[in-house]
């Protein structure tokens, strides 16, 4: 499991998060939900140390950062960089292969098998920059499958693609989480966390509630992270109207 301790966070001299403390079981498929600037996806850069901790500790357990798989918002990678979507793709098996060693036949195997199942077989030889949004999405979450880790940190994974993409992912998601991995996703759809996602973390700054999804997505909770429109969506049960998707929010 990990176990955050009294976790704050800050950007320069801006805070990002303040005191988070929670549990994250083993096999969990969680999600982080909370308004722009809550700090999300800090949090999860906190996790793969990528920032430096004011105060505060995470423990992994017996894990280690070789045990994490991160897929980062699609907007943070260069989109123009020359490479194919194998080679992309092929990355995620780097600590087991290198970068310079030849794929043998297994790992050869697992690559295309990654490509399968988030659908882009057809795509292998293709420059990343030929793919659309949906595609590139996609593509990272292959070479995540590749990397093959026991705890899945992704940040808006389905930011900027249509449903039809997002089922697919899901689906894969799923997948990973009854393999026994654990999963950890910002999302920004309260429908999809609502209909996928057992358990929630509701973020703004601090921890505002975690716990069983259906007990963290109420209207006391949603108005103290400042979100009086979905407080109102969560008495009505009306996350799944497209007029009240998180995503057309003004926040």
Same mark, same amino acid.
């Given at each position: 499991?990990?176990?955050?301790?009294?976790?704050s966070v800050y950007y320069q001299n801006n805070i990002a998060l303040s005191n988070i403390s929670t549990t994250l079981d083993d096999g969990d498929l969680v999600a982080i939900v909370g308004p722009n600037g809550a700090g999300k996806s800090t949090l999860l850069k906190s996790i793969m140390q990528q920032i430096t901790i004011k105060s505060g500790s995470i423990d992994l357990g017996d894990l280690s950062l070789k045990n994490i798989a991160y897929l980062p918002?699609?907007?943070q990678i260069d989109h123009t960089f020359p490479i194919t979507v194998t080679e992309f793709v092929s990355a995620g098996a780097w600590q087991r292969t290198s970068f310079w060693r030849v794929f043998s036949k297994h790992e050869q195997h697992l690559l295309k098998q990654a %490509?399968?199942?988030v659908d882009l077989e057809d795509m292998a030889g293709r420059q990343i920059s030929q793919l659309s949004?949906?595609?590139f999405q996609r593509m990272l979450f292959a070479r995540m499958l590749l990397q093959n880790a026991e705890i899945l940190l992704l940040d808006e994974p389905f930011g900027g693609v249509d449903a039809q993409t997002?089922?697919?992912?899901?689906r894969v998601v799923q997948e990973c989480q009854q393999q026994g991995k654990t999963v950890i996703a910002v999302i920004h759809d309260l429908a999809l966390v609502q209909r996928y996602f057992p358990t929630t973390l509701l973020v703004a700054?601090? %921890?505002i509630a975690a716990g069983k999804t259906a007990d963290v997505l109420t209207?006391?909770?949603l108005l103290q992270a400042g979100y009086q429109h979905f407080a109102y969506c969560a008495v009505h049960n009306s996350f799944n109207n497209p007029a009240t998707s998180i995503e057309k929010r003004a926040s």
């Amino acid at each position: 499991m990990i176990k955050i301790k009294s976790l704050s966070v800050y950007y320069q001299n801006n805070i990002a998060l303040s005191n988070i403390s929670t549990t994250l079981d083993d096999g969990d498929l969680v999600a982080i939900v909370g308004p722009n600037g809550a700090g999300k996806s800090t949090l999860l850069k906190s996790i793969m140390q990528q920032i430096t901790i004011k105060s505060g500790s995470i423990d992994l357990g017996d894990l280690s950062l070789k045990n994490i798989a991160y897929l980062p918002q699609s907007s943070q990678i260069d989109h123009t960089f020359p490479i194919t979507v194998t080679e992309f793709v092929s990355a995620g098996a780097w600590q087991r292969t290198s970068f310079w060693r030849v794929f043998s036949k297994h790992e050869q195997h697992l690559l295309k098998q990654a %490509l399968a199942k988030v659908d882009l077989e057809d795509m292998a030889g293709r420059q990343i920059s030929q793919l659309s949004g949906g595609q590139f999405q996609r593509m990272l979450f292959a070479r995540m499958l590749l990397q093959n880790a026991e705890i899945l940190l992704l940040d808006e994974p389905f930011g900027g693609v249509d449903a039809q993409t997002t089922e697919l992912l899901m689906r894969v998601v799923q997948e990973c989480q009854q393999q026994g991995k654990t999963v950890i996703a910002v999302i920004h759809d309260l429908a999809l966390v609502q209909r996928y996602f057992p358990t929630t973390l509701l973020v703004a700054t601090n %921890l505002i509630a975690a716990g069983k999804t259906a007990d963290v997505l109420t209207q006391q909770y949603l108005l103290q992270a400042g979100y009086q429109h979905f407080a109102y969506c969560a008495v009505h049960n009306s996350f799944n109207n497209p007029a009240t998707s998180i995503e057309k929010r003004a926040s």
